[in-house]
């Protein structure tokens, strides 16, 4: 595979010196072995969040029965854990970006699980929300941490179509964990929210066990940091793996730094003011503020989607937990859709997102306003198919969109602005189901997916196929 080397070169021993950028370096090792290891990895995690995603969704009106809660305060589990999640984002990406993507990674997942199994045995409902707050800490390190450890591993034409594709493993999660509540909740009326809130608790373990065991830290943290010699010792193991002689491209004899061309946004930000605040300078200004509004509105609409829908399914008469089962079920075929768009030249990850919030809208309304007991399964499951795959091209053009060094603390500012919007959000999606209309909260959530339309349109920031920076 041939890469590009710079016009500039420096004398060595009579010689020159090659000099390339990491995502050079990264395309000659290519894709093999070594990502797919990383792939499994991180979809381990995926899917350990993924078993968690509708746990407020499917244990709702058992909890509410069981501790004779309306759902209104059944909104204080969703409501309050965003507080935690809020705290754990803001530790866990100051630490991921400062000292390293490993630990901060299988803490964050092994803080799921013992949160998670712990509050299988609560005894009362606020002891559940006090262990639901040990989880939540940790739910936040999966979108900041997981995703852009995997994509700091890839090459430029990979990063795309495989992290589409990684949320296929959550997917397949969200769909066994359905299953799982829809047979182990009505099965065992009294216990069994109990017994499915513990078993989708344990594939955080297994994952925390993953990170452990692939212990390889991320090679583009390592040289945004300066740490030139374990960069090289990382590339030459995912070479090794791939079956390349990283020797080939980078002369052993020439220290890294000397071949490492700076990949920066030359941003001038003054040396007294946070890194993070490069968000909010010139080059990034109005990425970041479209991208609020799209990841706020997007969230917000799946998060209230996912917590209501069973309540709001029971008061139209339809069984909750089968027709939200075969309603997540949609997101599969959608996932492979962006997967092939997201690549696509004449579409990339633009256009993909404008086309799946406009159907996203269409479909909100057509669960509001068509009614029957044929066409409220099908809309939700078009719902589910161009709502749901939208999270994971978030998270790709999210990772691809800022620096290295500041990347997880990035990502981290968007979960908690998205967090902070959702604290009040249940309430009122609870209030809005509390009414009875059926068509009061499918016509918010077609309102919230319209604004975010009017943001995507604004973006004009391509990210397909463009270098990741690493310093700002």
């Known amino acids: ?198 078993a989708i608790a344990f594939p955080s373990f297994v994952a925390a066990a993953g990170r452990m065991l692939f212990f390889y830290e991320s090679p583009r943290f390592l040289v945004s940091q300066g740490k030139f010699t374990q960069a090289r010792g990382i590339l030459v193991a995912m070479a090794r793996m791939n079956g390349k002689r990283l020797g080939d491209l980078l002369p052993e004899r020439i220290p890294l730094q000397d071949m490492i061309i700076p990949d920066s946004d030359g941003t001038d930000r003054g040396s007294s003011l946070p890194k993070l605040l490069t968000i909010f300078s010139r080059p990034y200004i109005r990425r970041t503020l479209c991208l609020s509004v799209v990841y706020v509105c997007l969230t917000a609409g799946y998060y209230c989607t996912t917590v209501f829908l069973p309540t709001l399914l029971t008061q139209l008469n339809l069984n909750p937990y089968f027709t939200s089962f075969i309603s997540i079920l949609g997101q599969i075929p959608g996932i492979f859709l962006i997967s092939i768009l997201t690549e696509w030249p004449c579409v990339g990850r633009l256009h993909t997102l404008r086309l799946m919030t406009f159907f996203t809208v269409v479909f909100f309304l057509l669960f509001a306003f068509v009614r029957n007991n044929v066409s409220i399964p099908v809309t939700g499951i078009m719902i589910f198919f161009f709502m749901v795959p939208m999270l994971p091209l978030m998270y790709t053009i999210l990772s691809e969109s800022y620096p290295t060094e500041i990347r997880a603390q990035a990502l981290n500012f968007f979960n908690t602005l998205s967090a902070c919007f959702n604290l009040g959000l249940p309430y009122l999606g609870g209030y809005l189901v509390e009414q009875g209309i059926p068509w009061l909260f499918p016509s918010m959530a077609a309102a919230l997916f319209a604004i975010q339309l009017v943001a995507a349109l604004l973006l004009n920031h391509e990210t397909r196929g463009v270098r990741l920076l690493d310093n700002v």
């Not at 899917?47 to 969704?57: H, N, R, S, Y």
């Not at 989880?135 to 890839?154: D, K, Y």
């Not at 493993?169 to 359905?178: K, N, Y």
């Open 1 to 198: 595979m041939s890469v590009q080397k710079d016009e500039e070169r420096a004398p060595l021993l009579g010689g020159t010196v090659p000099r390339f950028k990491v995502d050079e370096i990264l395309n000659f090792i290519g894709f093999g072995p070594f990502q797919v290891a990383a792939y499994v990895m991180v979809g381990l995690t995926y899917m350990a969040f993924g078993f968690e995603a509708l746990l407020f969704a499917l244990i709702s009106l058992k909890v509410q029965e069981e501790w004779s809660i309306s759902a209104v305060q059944y909104a204080n589990l969703p409501a309050l854990t965003c507080i935690f999640n809020i705290l754990g984002g803001v530790v866990l990406s100051y630490l991921s970006d400062h000292y390293g993507r490993v630990w901060p990674y299988a803490v964050s997942v092994a803080m799921i699980g013992v949160g998670g199994l712990a509050s299988a045995f609560a005894p009362d409902y606020t002891t559940f929300l006090l262990l639901r707050f040990i989880a939540s800490f940790g739910v936040m390190g999966v979108p900041i941490l997981a995703g852009p450890v995997l994509i700091e591993f890839l090459p430029v034409r990979n990063r795309g179509r495989v992290l589409a594709l990684l949320t296929l493993l959550p997917a397949l999660a969200v769909c066994a964990s359905g299953g799982l509540g829809w047979w182990l909740i009505p099965t065992y009326p009294v216990l069994g929210w109990r017994y499915f809130t513990a």
